[in-house]
């Protein structure tokens, strides 16, 4: 008995002393006032660097968090908990967000560098007058492959990954949307889709990429190309700069039947605490300079004309990650099709992964 | 003090953690099945259940389920058995256990790396001349993972009932001209039975519904029930359908704890009663 006295009396010492300890680190990290701010960002989707300059110019402590779905982070933010001020997600999300009445309205007047957007990313449908939502990053989704590895294969097409030559060569992301997406846009059809038939074939076609799966991951995709471990990878276009950035053989397409476009976005969720913080991230994220600093850093396409002006012209001029705006009229925005059919999706793609053949 | 009030007073803590932790989550769990995406009360995730792909999912993950169950019980019962005849037992014992300290998902990337085209498995393959081997995303590498994750949970039970067994045991059955074929099989086995139950209890149920080694290194081409749970959670929020595998999920965990049970028959052979 005494002994176990003695043990709670020592698990009760420390645990105090480790509180103490929390505090006055906390302590010292936000003493200079302007509080502090917690971001809600995708995973290796900012320079860190910029986190820090930001916290040396403006004083605010940045809290730093990630999620790996829009679904995820939505959830997490509909929970509360913690009040996320900043977070990033992409446009069928933000239809979402604002249904579920999720967001602050953004106050323009306190973002000065708005006009450094190009204005064609600005007033899209998903979000019109960008009362609730600005411009981070857009991209697409597309074909990675490594050339070396390949015998001469390319990428013009979705069907060209049936190809029987590519023998568990391919790994797809793991993410509904995009690998039925993908089978419809094969077949021709809307990567919107809720046509139940339509979303059937598409299922029975993908059964049949089987042979050709390696595996269905999610970020380490962007390690496996890197290692050349896979030659094909259905990903976005930013992992794939991410790939290319390590990798030189790795090459990216976009196939001609069409695929997704996409516009992620910093918007204010309702969980926010310091609304003034939020707007000042936002303002100093379209800065041009920090703008180009972190395209350069994350690797996807930055919808901010000053920054492309003081980028890489080779950078900014690759089609591949900057594409036309005649080409990007073949591609499709994501839309908000609603939980039960996001559910149907989803189901799927389940069904995909049990079925696949061998 | 009455020894009776304070022994149900100390029980007091007990019961709060059980209440709220325990019976709390379960019952919430019960209720949203209840529901469909609407917040209607209907039985329509149970019947989404048996006509969909779930049943096949569960079959699936029973599949796999016994077979990391049964690799586990393969290798530890014979490392459990040479663990107590070795000079320095709790040594041995100690480098079992540290492992399972170490973070689930640390292990399981670090696995990515040996079992990859590049990794170490396959230089050793190339060298003995058995050339590169596609390890990594195939069923062999989920199961390895799989039972060397979880196989310490296997071999503490084998190892604590083998330790208790009593010696004058087997050289009774010797003198008795049993084989040791034979010793082993009806004196050894059977008085260590309630270990393996253990073992299997600790090993089974969790390997229902791994989902972190599933994705990565399975590649998602073995999905188990923790997949879907996971999925209908935080991708298509649809709680309902989640709740409803999760329900179905503790029956299952329940009937294997029924089968696994132990039973006490008279006094145990050892000469301690639990």
């Not at chain 1, 560098?113 to 609730?132: A, K, Q, S």
């Not at chain 1, 390696?214 to 962007?222: L, P, T, Y």
């Not at chain 2, 209890?201 to 879907?228: D, E, H, M």
């Amino acid at each position: 008995m005494k002994s176990i006295i003695q043990a709670t009396v020592a698990i009760l010492v420390a645990s105090a002393l480790l509180l103490y300890g929390v505090s006055v680190l906390e302590k010292s990290s936000a003493t200079t006032g302007g509080g502090s701010i917690t971001v809600y960002n995708w995973g290796e989707y900012i320079d860190p660097e910029l986190v820090q300059q930001f916290e040396d110019e403006t004083n605010i402590n940045v809290v730093y968090e990630t999620f790996d779905s829009n679904e995820a982070m939505m959830t997490k933010i509909e929970q509360g908990g913690t009040s996320y001020d900043v977070a990033m997600p992409s446009e069928y999300a933000i239809e979402k967000m604002k249904e579920n009445d999720l967001l602050i309205p953004i106050d323009s007047e306190k973002i000065p560098n708005l006009t450094n957007i190009d204005p064609y990313f600005l007033d899209l449908p998903f979000d019109p007058g960008n009362e609730y939502s600005i411009p981070y990053f857009w991209g697409t989704v597309g074909i990675a492959y490594n050339p070396t590895l390949l015998e001469g294969q390319t990428f013009e097409s979705w069907d060209d990954l049936w190809d029987p030559t590519l023998k568990q060569e391919v790994i797809l992301v793991d993410s509904a949307r995009e690998v039925i997406g993908m089978g419809l846009n094969s077949l021709g059809y809307s990567l919107n889709s809720t046509d139940v038939s339509e979303l059937r074939e598409a299922t029975d076609k993908l059964k049949t990429l089987g042979p050709n799966t390696k595996a269905i991951i999610g970020d380490e995709i962007v390690e496996m190309m890197r290692r050349e471990e896979a030659a094909v990878a259905l990903t976005w276009s930013g992992q794939a700069a991410d790939m290319m950035w390590i990798n030189e053989n790795i090459d990216y397409s976009v196939p001609e039947e069409g695929s997704n476009l996409w516009f992620d976005n910093m918007v204010i969720p309702k969980t926010s605490s310091n609304v003034e913080g939020a707007h000042a991230f936002i303002n100093f994220m379209l800065d041009a300079e920090v703008a180009a600093q972190n395209a350069d850093y994350v690797g996807y396409s930055t919808p901010n004309q000053a920054a492309i002006e003081i980028m890489d012209p080779e950078v900014t001029g690759d089609e591949r990650f900057y594409p036309p705006e005649e080409l990007r009229e073949r591609l499709e925005v994501y839309e908000n099709l609603g939980l039960e059919m996001l559910g149907i999706y989803n189901e799927l793609f389940l069904e995909f992964k049990m079925d696949m053949e061998n | 003090m009455n020894s009776k009030g304070a022994r149900s007073f100390y029980l007091i803590p007990y019961y709060i953690w059980i209440a709220l932790f325990v019976i709390a989550p379960i019952a919430l769990v019960v209720y949203y099945s209840f529901f469909d995406l609407q917040g209607n009360l209907t039985l329509e995730n149970y019947q989404n259940f048996f006509s969909s792909v779930y049943l096949r999912l569960t079959l699936s993950s029973f599949w796999y389920a016994f077979l990391v169950t049964f690799f586990s019980i393969l290798i530890a019962y014979p490392t459990a058995y040479w663990l107590t005849k070795t000079k320095h037992k709790q040594l041995w014992l100690l480098l079992i256990i540290i492992p399972s300290w170490i973070n689930l998902l640390l292990k399981t990337y670090a696995f990515i790396g040996i079992f990859g085209l590049y990794g170490p498995a396959n230089k050793f393959l190339a060298a003995i001349g058995l050339g590169e081997q596609q390890i990594l995303f195939t069923d062999f590498s989920f199961i390895f993972v799989s039972v060397y994750i979880f196989i310490p949970f296997m071999i503490l039970p084998i190892f604590n009932s083998l330790d208790k067994l009593n010696p004058a045991l087997m050289d009774a059955s010797r003198d008795l001209g049993a084989s040791s074929w034979m010793t082993f099989r009806k004196v050894i086995f059977p008085l260590t039975i309630n270990g393996v139950k253990s073992g299997v209890q600790a090993v089974f149920i969790p390997a229902l519904s791994l989902f972190v080694i599933t994705r990565l290194i399975a590649g998602n081409k073995v999905i188990t029930l923790g997949t879907a749970i996971e999925q209908q959670f935080l991708v298509t929020q649809n709680w309902g359908m989640g709740s409803t595998i999760a329900v179905f999920l503790i029956l299952f965990m329940i009937i294997i704890m029924m089968l696994t049970g132990q039973r006490e028959k008279g006094g145990s052979a050892n000469g301690k009663t639990k």
